[in-house]
């Protein structure tokens, strides 16, 4: 593959702001700073449409390979206590063996790192991911005014994926955590499309799910349920059990009629600890295995330069630990912490990030491409000044340039 950055294109100050100002009046974008600097980049990246094409072809063969694991999974709970998931998830899995809560609309992400190589990829996003804001809010306003060409339309893909699961007029909740400022815009950015698409939107926080029987519904004032037709999952799988029993979490996994985008169990192939259990499955993996650095236990790294301990499950480069990357103390704690409870932990072979050259200096890059039931429906990009891709990132807009070809 060609370079993945065909050329940077800086975002004067003048309509970086402009850009900024309409995000938060007609995108929802609220977020707009993290300390001292906008999570917007002022700069956006443009990838030549063949390289496009061939991400998005790569993308769609780990969202197959990943699809065909899942499956031989969830039929296979023997294997679940590998991946380093909580007690009380692998004992809901079991149900799911039997009576999976159906999953027919599935969005992930898949994060391509430019190295000095072929691009690389460190996981998969299948359980929940974000990007929508970005690639179908922000990059038409930024390639508007650029004179450029969006990827794609993933929250356009997402809505056009439900209503053809559910019909017209269905009422889809939209599940996620609302006393988190990132969290809420995307759930209500994705309200106004599915309310546009002739869809019923409901926002929820997580603490008001409830099942009844079988399906699935949302408590609201004066003691009244609210059933869904749908519910659209912005809450992590391993954060479920936190609901507690009497929010009936574990419909969302197994035994459940209401579907579910993602369902729960997607939570399988969404562990950092998924590549240890590949030798036990039938599905040979041959992009996974191209493309994801050598993934070991604990037990069988030693904790070294040469390695990324990681979190069987974690969100943003949380608790990510790279030596010289970051803080001494950080990675001490991340060690001690895997030190102590291996099982819940990986090694991943270290490889060597290439940076880009951008108008705010050298960055390291993850582009990550969105799918929408297998399908790649567009992309955005994340940036940051070190070597790991986390909560710091800057948010990025990916164009395409269609006078280039």
């Avoid at 880009?356 to 990550?368: D, L």
Wanted: aromatic share 6%; glycine share 8%.
């Amino acid at each position: 593959m060609r370079s993945l950055i065909e050329r940077v294109v800086p975002l004067p100050p003048p309509l970086h702001e402009e850009i900024v100002r309409r995000s938060i009046f007609e995108v929802c974008r609220w977020n707009t700073q993290r300390g001292d600097h906008s999570t917007l980049a002022p700069f956006a990246f443009v990838l030549a449409r063949e390289t496009w094409q061939e991400l998005a072809r790569t993308a769609e063969a780990l969202a197959a390979e990943a699809t065909e694991a899942e499956r031989e999974l969830l039929a296979r709970p023997e294997l679940h206590g590998r991946l380093g998931l909580p007690r009380s998830l692998t004992r809901a899995l079991l149900a799911a063996v039997a009576d999976p809560t159906p999953g027919p609309v599935r969005y992930l992400r898949f994060d391509f790192h430019p190295t000095d190589g072929e691009p690389l990829i460190t996981e998969g996003n299948p359980d929940v991911c974000a990007g929508f804001l970005e690639s179908s809010g922000v990059t038409p306003i930024v390639a508007s005014a650029l004179g450029l060409d969006p990827l794609g339309d993933p929250a356009g893909a997402l809505v056009d994926a439900i209503r053809a699961a559910v019909g017209d007029r269905a009422r889809v909740g939209l599940m996620h955590l609302s006393m988190f400022t990132d969290d809420r815009q995307i759930a209500a950015f994705l309200a106004r499309r599915l309310e546009r698409a002739g869809l019923e939107p409901l926002l929820f926080d997580a603490q008001s799910l409830r099942a009844r029987r079988r399906g699935i519904r949302v408590a609201q004032a004066a003691g009244c349920d609210m059933p869904l037709d749908l519910l659209f999952r912005f809450f992590p799988a391993e954060w479920l059990p936190r609901l507690g029993r009497g929010s009936g979490w574990r419909r969302l996994i197994a035994g459940g009629t209401t579907p579910v985008a993602n369902p729960g169990w997607a939570v399988l192939t969404q562990s950092k600890r998924f590549p240890l259990v590949w030798p036990a499955l039938s599905a040979p993996m041959r992009t996974w295995r191209t493309l994801l650095p050598e993934t070991r236990s604990l037990e069988d790294a030693p904790i070294g330069p040469e390695w990324v301990v990681k979190p069987s499950l974690g969100h943003e480069g949380d608790r990510i630990s790279i030596e010289g990357v970051g803080s001494d103390a950080r990675r001490a704690r991340s060690c001690d912490r895997a030190s102590a409870r291996p099982e819940r932990w990986v090694a991943q072979r270290r490889f060597r990030s290439r940076s880009v050259q951008t108008p705010e200096g050298r960055r390291h890059v993850a582009i990550g491409v969105l799918l929408v039931n297998g399908k790649a429906v567009g992309a955005y990009a994340r940036a940051s000044r070190k070597a790991l891709i986390d909560d710091h990132a800057q948010d990025v807009i990916v164009l395409c340039d269609e006078r280039g070809l």
